[in-house]
């Protein structure tokens, strides 16, 4: 079984004194010196965050390192509600129609092996699927939205949406298409696909052992020289982010993300970089909660959304309904239940 962690999240506590009054199922001011993952440390005892930042996406925005004094955030409750929870009036539906007036199917396709995002195996097919099918329901009937499993995750935008076969496909990550520059691959998405608005945001971070003064930079060009594993298989994105040369860095690679972990406890790598939603995870069921720093300051935010191609007919309506269905779920409380409980089921298997 996986362990209490609720949602990923920081788990390095700055050395600020941390304010009074922060206590779960409260509202909470933000003091000088604060950060998310040090307001969750004392507020849960757990190395999560993003409970708090999911709770707070509209105050805080899309950077969980972006809080300012005096912001007021809610601190969930420990079963995940709000206690200023209030319930929603039913949202209404409003059909999505294509140019012709008529009333738009969607067919949208995602895969496995995305946990705790997307995967079959998963209620609700996971986290990223119910938000998806959650928002469509606000503004179509359900019979006119299909989401289908296609594991060839290469062929979801090489083929099946190209030829029409369907309209949609989740979650990839939101390129920045005005980027000076970018990768063949991100300058081919951005030529050829249209991207509906932020579904879910994920974090990654640069993991330590505490006391590295890595831990606690601000500059990421510090990491330059230093040994910095990355699961095989994984993107190193957060220093590139930051304009750090990848050459300037020497990237280790061992086959599971558990080994990342290995090689920092055993001096062999600085620092670990990897999505904190697995990252936490990971940390706790290790029992390494006392030994692992997360630094606040140097960090990628990704957005992860729904693509839909250039030449598809109905593409104006099927975003504006998924759009719109967010800002539904947003607003009425659903995003927040949702994420709430498909975290905590996923880390209860």
Known sequence: MKTKLMVAGAIFLTGAAAASAQEACTSYTVQAGDSLSAISRTAYGTISFQQIWDANRAVIGSNPNAISVGMRLELPCLDGT??????AAPTQRTPS????????????????DYKPFTDESMDGGGVVTQLVRNALATVQDDADTQITFINDWGSHMEVLLPTGAFDGTFPWVLPNCEAATLTADMQARCDNYRFADPVYEIVTGMFTLNGNPLGTTTSAADFSGKNVCVPEGYSAIVLAAAGVDADSVNYVSPATPEACFDALLAGTVDAVELEQAQAADIVTRLGLDDQIAVNDQVSSVSVLTVYVHKNNPDGDAILEAINTGLENIRSNGVWFRTVQDGFRAYYNE
């Open 97 to 112: 129609t294509n140019t012709s007036g008529d009333k738009v199917n969607i067919h949208l396709i995602t895969g496995n």
């Open 82 to 87: 709000l206690a200023s929870a209030t319930d």
